[in-house]
């Protein structure tokens, strides 16, 4: 039975692969972070399974990261905790840079502390971010990379890193470059969970407007559920190589809003540019889409867009296995049970507190 070992085991790709690889009957490790607030939702289901195991460490602190290595002694490793906010990294630079820059450094030598490192396979989850301002579209293994924010800077460290470990130590250390993936676990801060959300959220009457930044940014959308395939596939090659995790198609922040709404019967047409730029409801003349400069970056990623060939070619994934269309509804239907459930739980509460100041429940 192979051992993997999960940073961000937690987290949407987290979540997504230890159930791959349970599947695949690994005995799968996650490290997780001490909180006075645990944040376990996303992998609740897996507590209990006889080959599923949580350990306390943090890619801020070399010595718990080598405590855990050392005690799990993993076939695979999966870095794939970090700050990951692009917005949050402009607000804490700092702090963004130790996790995502010194916490790879920190996961390789825990490896090579331990002697392992000619025994354990590492991926480091890595971004698209990278190209930042684009020098060439779409994007692929060869194109330079110009990092365009804190968050981008950092994960450029890291890929250099994995690539100089490889290079020095002969270690089996990868990256994937992984462009925006997205799914029904997605964080609520992100701009497609925002979108999905507020999507359901106002056809159900519980929300007015949404409110976004730049509508015209061109992204790369995938399914989790199926990047974290590519991953896994990354470290079965025969020898360490990064990869351009991808869909090959682009789309718009506008399209995205667009197919969401539609999916909970609002049509949207947009008028206006940039600041001014509107998303109007077909039916009702109602706005419902507005854009905020609250939202804008110092420095914003306007065109990204990958070139998943070489994945598809060497290890025979495929990017096409979710559409853009099916991702989107896939969020959508699981906000709008969210929202509905929501509502029944408010709706009890409000009997319960009625019930109770008549006199009906004691």
Not at 106 to 116: S, T
């Amino acid at each position: 039975m192979k051992r993997a070992l999960i940073t961000g085991v937690t987290g949407q790709d987290g979540s997504f692969l230890a159930e791959l690889l349970l599947e695949k009957g690994y005995d799968v490790h996650g490290t997780i972070r001490r909180s006075s607030v645990d944040f376990r939702e996303r992998i609740a289901h897996l507590e209990g399974h006889s080959n599923f195991h949580l350990h306390y460490a943090d890619l801020g602190d070399s010595m718990s990261i080598i405590q855990v290595v050392k005690k799990v002694a993993p076939d695979e490793i999966y870095n794939l905790a970090a700050q990951s906010h692009v917005q949050v990294s402009f607000d804490s630079p700092e702090f963004t840079c130790d996790v995502d820059a010194t916490g790879v450094l920190r996961v390789l030598e825990a490896v090579r502390q331990c002697d392992l490192q000619d025994k354990c396979r590492i991926y480091q989850a890595s971004t698209s971010e990278l190209y930042g301002k684009v020098e060439e579209v779409p994007q692929n293994e060869n194109t330079p990379f110009h990092p365009y924010s804190p968050y981008a800077v950092a994960k450029q460290y890291g890929f250099w890193i994995v690539k100089e470990y490889r290079e020095a130590y002969g270690m089996f250390c990868c990256s994937g470059i992984l462009f925006n993936h997205e799914s029904e676990r997605r964080g609520e801060t992100f701009v497609t969970r925002k979108i999905t959300l507020a999507a359901a959220r106002i056809a159900q009457g519980k929300q007015d407007k949404l409110y976004l930044g730049n509508l015209g940014s061109l992204r790369d959308w995938g399914y989790a559920k199926d990047y974290v395939e590519c991953m896994w596939l990354i470290l079965q090659n025969d020898k360490p190589e990064d990869f351009v995790i991808a869909t090959g198609e682009q789309h718009s922040v506008r399209e995205f809003c667009q197919l969401a709404f539609r999916r909970v019967g609002i049509e949207l047409r947009f008028e206006g540019e940039g600041e001014d730029e509107k998303g109007i409801d077909t039916a009702t003349g109602k706005v419902l889409v507005e854009v905020s400069p609250d939202f804008y970056r110092p420095t914003d990623v306007v065109n990204l867009w990958g070139d998943p060939t070489k994945a598809r070619k060497e290890l025979g994934w495929n990017p096409q296995k979710t559409s853009f269309e099916q991702l989107v509804n896939l969020m959508v239907d699981a906000d709008m049970a969210k929202v509905a459930a929501e509502r029944a739980s408010e709706h009890v509460k409000m009997n319960l507190a009625e019930y109770l100041e008549k006199g009906i429940v004691k």
